[in-house]
């Protein structure tokens, strides 16, 4: 069982930032592979980024150069650094734990980029 706890999303101007954390109830070493997916209002849950137990990171092509994911194991937490954001960025992102097998979900943060 993993517990995850997303925290950091709010409005921002186009062009600004925001930083998202995810805190998990296990070690991160613990824990195979850790991700952040959005939702827009209307659409599906899409993929945005993933880190990899052994450190190596992907990116949907969609942030990729404007999102870093990154991940504290002392303090069993991932963020999800965002500059350069976009209104295409507004959606609640959720970060995913995959663990022997299983998905994991937090409940979610909004994260709105509007003037």
């Known amino acids: 069982q993993v517990r995850l706890v997303e925290s950091g999303g709010g409005l921002v101007q186009p062009g600004g930032s925001l930083r998202l954390s995810c805190k998990t109830s296990r070690s991160i070493f613990s824990i195979g592979t850790l991700g952040w997916y959005r939702q827009a209002p209307g659409k599906t849950r899409e993929w945005v980024a993933t880190i990899y137990s052994d450190g190596n990171t992907n990116y949907a092509g969609s942030v990729e150069g404007r999102f870093t994911i990154s991940r504290d194991n002392a303090k069993n937490t991932v963020y999800l650094q965002m500059n350069s954001l976009k209104p295409e960025d507004t959606a609640v992102y959720y970060c995913?734990?995959?663990?022997?097998?299983?998905?994991?979900w937090g409940q979610g943060t909004q994260v709105t980029v509007s003037s």
């Open positions: 995913n734990a995959k663990s022997f097998g299983l998905d994991y």
